[in-house]
């Protein structure tokens, strides 16, 4: 037998319908919950709060939103943030510039040689298009935490 996905009920596999057997077993939702014929299963979607996958938190999928029916928007942001830094760590060489430090991505930063020439940070303009990125980071060095740090102290 069927479990119904909302109320979390048993339904039979077939049922007679008007004077005709209908098979309910590829249902999704008992005749409660989906009365026969009434196609208003994207409502019941809409009803209920979907679980992300990597964060677990709860969230309701609306696809304008940004969601997937997986994902939550705000996981699917970082995702693509986390791939455009390791993108931008590999064009600049995938390691620091001046002491050759590579084993974590998060401690690899983008330091600009003129701070006069810069238009923005790199950090936080994961929107922008590789070109203008890439012509920001044409005026940085990849530098990892440490050295950065001694780089802005002088």
């Known amino acids: 037998m069927p479990i119904c996905k909302k109320c ?3 339904f039979p596999n077939r049922i007679i319908i008007e004077g005709k057997e209908r098979v309910l077993s590829s249902r999704k939702y008992c005749l409660v919950c989906s009365p026969f014929g009434k196609h208003n299963t994207k409502k019941i979607h ?3 709060a979907t ?4 964060c677990q938190r709860k969230y309701i999928y609306t696809k304008k939103s940004g969601h997937t029916r997986k994902i939550c928007n705000s996981c699917v942001v970082n ?3 986390f ?6 760590v590999e064009y600049k060489g995938g ?3 001046l002491c050759g430090y590579h084993k974590c991505l998060a401690a690899l930063g983008f330091h600009h040689l003129d701070p006069h020439t810069k238009l923005f940070t790199i950090s936080g303009n994961h929107c922008l298009s590789w070109d203008k990125l890439k012509n920001e980071l044409d005026k940085c060095i ?3 935490a440490n050295c950065h740090k001694e780089l802005e102290s002088t």
């Open 46 to 48: 809409k009803t209920g």
């Open 95 to 97: 390691k620091c510039s």
């Open 83 to 88: 791939a455009q830094k390791i993108r931008m």
């Open 51 to 54: 679980e992300c996958e990597q």
């Open 8 to 10: 979390k009920n048993n």
């Open 79 to 81: 995702n693509r943030r």
């Open 142 to 144: 990849l530098v990892c």
